[in-house]
């Protein structure tokens, strides 16, 4: 005869969990699961086209994680608030290291994988992602033309062209900056945002009395901290793709017109907040 079930193994028992869903909200239902997974559609029968779909959909979802982080950081940072803010950009920066991680992934295709579908999707390219276009413009990245291959969607090029117009989060921070007694430049505080921050010498020098006192100016310095973090995370994620459209394509060109590993090269040469680099040099 069996032996007899304990109590625990009773309490532990699968069959403990809910198991009918005819009239409850059920785990795919909450998730939509089924309209997410409807919108991964390779059109070739090339095997990799599975992976390279699912890295650029979970990249997408990541991406949207991060705008709104970003977009409720700013808007307090608006206020003058900056302890919530810090939450929220850690947050940034964790999901940028998935981002990262991705490229990982998709280093395992070789480069005859790749070229098995790369013709179907034409001039298709990540180049053309409204949401990674949209990170780069809050964090300060301005180029009008980058907007352009939005035009034709007003959804999207409406948004993006609101946030060119707007203070990046390097802005907000100078502001806070300015707030406390930090003398930053009425030129710096109402720049043309369509373009990106220029140096300045003023803001550096405000920049080394935070960082010779953090005791005092201990919010602004960990703001400062952790807005490294952002773009320290973000020169990594664009260093992994550079390394994984190499190693796949070479110095082909890109498939949305770019230069490909050419144009990712010079785009490393970016700086978003280049008094924050520059302070670790003059202290």
């Not at 490229?103 to 070789?110: A, R």
């Not at 990046?168 to 003398?183: E, H, M």
């Not at 720049?191 to 003023?202: L, S």
């Amino acid at each position: 005869m069996a032996a007899q079930e304990r109590p625990d193994e009773q309490v532990h028992s699968p069959e403990q969990a809910q198991l009918d869903f005819r009239q409850r909200l059920s785990y795919g239902d909450y998730l939509q699961t089924d309209v997410l997974l409807s919108a991964h559609r390779p059109i070739t029968g090339a095997h990799d086209e599975h992976l390279f779909i699912t890295v650029h959909h979970v990249s997408e979802l990541w991406l949207g994680l991060i705008i709104r982080e970003l977009g409720a950081a700013m808007a307090l940072l608006s206020q003058g608030v900056t302890d919530t803010p810090l939450k929220m950009l850690s947050r940034v920066v964790r999901a940028q290291q998935q981002l990262t991680a991705a490229w990982e992934v998709l280093k395992t295709m070789t480069p005859a994988d790749y070229l098995a579908f790369r013709g179907a999707f034409g001039e298709a390219s990540g180049f053309q992602s409204a949401q990674y276009r949209m990170v780069e413009v809050l964090l300060g990245n301005r180029n009008p033309t980058l907007l352009r291959p939005h035009e034709h969607r007003p959804d999207l090029h409406g948004p993006l062209l609101a946030a060119l117009h707007a203070p990046s989060v390097y802005d907000l921070t100078l502001r806070l900056l300015a707030a406390r007694g930090l003398p930053i430049p009425p030129e710096v505080l109402e720049r043309d945002f369509t373009q990106p921050p220029q140096e300045n010498a003023a803001v550096l020098d405000a920049w080394l009395t935070v960082y010779r006192d953090p005791d005092r100016y201990w919010d602004l310095y960990e703001l400062a901290e952790k807005l490294l973090d952002v773009e320290d995370n973000f020169r990594a994620w664009r260093f992994n793709h550079l390394t994984t459209v190499e190693r796949t394509i070479g110095f082909k060109t890109g498939s949305g017109g770019t230069s490909g590993a050419g144009y990712l090269r010079r785009a490393l040469g970016i700086v978003l907040f280049p008094e924050l680099w520059q302070v670790r040099t003059a202290l």
